[in-house]
């Protein structure tokens, strides 16, 4: 079976490059080694594979065939030993980051262990902070915040989500259907998380309320996005909260969006290193998995 493999490998290299000679200079191999491996597919395969047309070989209809399959064969192989490579180059080291501390919990707890699990050779230091630290301190070597700052000597890259919305336990929901949003605002008991203010909510509310900036009053502010998703759930208010952690309760019907014509603003965030950090690459690693987690999850 490894010959039949190596011959195919062999073939699809002929057909690509026209020649013997050719697929010999490409492949590191003499001319004569190549076409004994064509000349023992063509014998395991029962029919010819390649014919003469002018200065080049050509695969005959069974040959085309052959080497479609030869050709993905040897793609993936490539594609495999690439990504072995990359992983090799940033699947070792420690890398130190704060978040805010809201961002604690739900899907992050996710993305981190999947990235873990993936580098079995990082190790990582997270803090979940109330205020931003300074990407050019020695500190911390990757910092997420809603603040962009801009210089020279920091890079950054946008984080996007899969976006937020409100939600509400089913009988709340309910309720909340049945009004207009100036009763929502006086009525329903609010959850603030510190991503969201309450003159955040009173200004995505305002347009509702005739264009009067109302006076929200809320039941709790807590920085803990863990504690508001379970208030919420338990029916203690209306809370704004990630979609990205809220597929499970919306499938199974603990959770309801609510208020889906309210504008909801969303909160950038941004991710913020050193630019001439010696840890830049597995900072960019752990990005592209955070990119790409986001991206599944969204889809």
């Not at 493999?5 to 004569?32: D, H, N, P, T, Y």
């Not at 200065?55 to 040897?74: C, K, Q, W, Y």
């Not at 946008?158 to 509400?168: E, I, N």
């Not at 009525?187 to 009067?212: C, E, H, R």
């Amino acid at each position: 079976m490894i010959d039949k493999i190596r011959s195919m490998a062999v073939f699809s290299f002929v057909v690509e490059e026209g020649s013997f000679a050719a697929a010999a200079l490409k492949m590191g191999l003499s001319a004569a080694a190549v076409s004994k491996h064509v000349d023992a597919l063509q014998e395991q395969i029962g029919h010819v594979l390649l014919v003469k047309r002018g200065s080049n070989l050509e695969p005959t209809d069974e040959g085309h065939i052959l080497f479609l399959s030869a050709r993905e064969m040897v793609r993936m192989a490539e594609i495999g030993l690439e990504t072995m490579a990359d992983t090799d180059r940033v699947s070792s080291g420690s890398i130190r980051i704060s978040m805010p501390v809201f961002l604690s919990g739900g899907i992050l707890q996710e993305i981190v262990e999947d990235f873990l699990l993936a580098n079995p050779k990082v190790s990582m230091h997270l803090d979940f902070v109330k205020t931003p630290s300074n990407p050019l301190s020695d500190e911390y070597d990757l910092s997420v915040t809603t603040a962009l700052v801009e210089s020279s000597e920091i890079s950054y890259r946008t984080l996007v989500g899969g976006g937020a919305a409100f939600y509400a336990a089913p009988d709340l929901a309910e309720r909340i259907a049945q009004m207009e949003i100036s009763e929502v605002i006086r009525k329903i008991p609010i959850l603030l998380s510190t991503d969201y203010t309450a003159s955040d909510w009173a200004a995505m509310f305002q347009n509702g309320t005739k264009g009067v900036k109302p006076n929200l009053k809320f039941r709790i502010r807590c920085d803990d996005m863990g504690l508001i998703h379970k208030l919420c759930t338990s029916g203690a208010g209306l809370a704004i909260l990630p979609k990205s952690r809220t597929f499970s309760d919306v499938a199974s019907g603990r959770l309801v969006p609510v208020l889906n014509d309210v504008n909801l603003k969303q909160v950038d965030f941004f991710a913020i290193w050193a630019t001439r950090s010696h840890k830049a690459e597995l900072i960019l690693s752990f990005l592209d998995h955070v990119h790409d987690s986001l991206q599944r999850m969204k889809s």
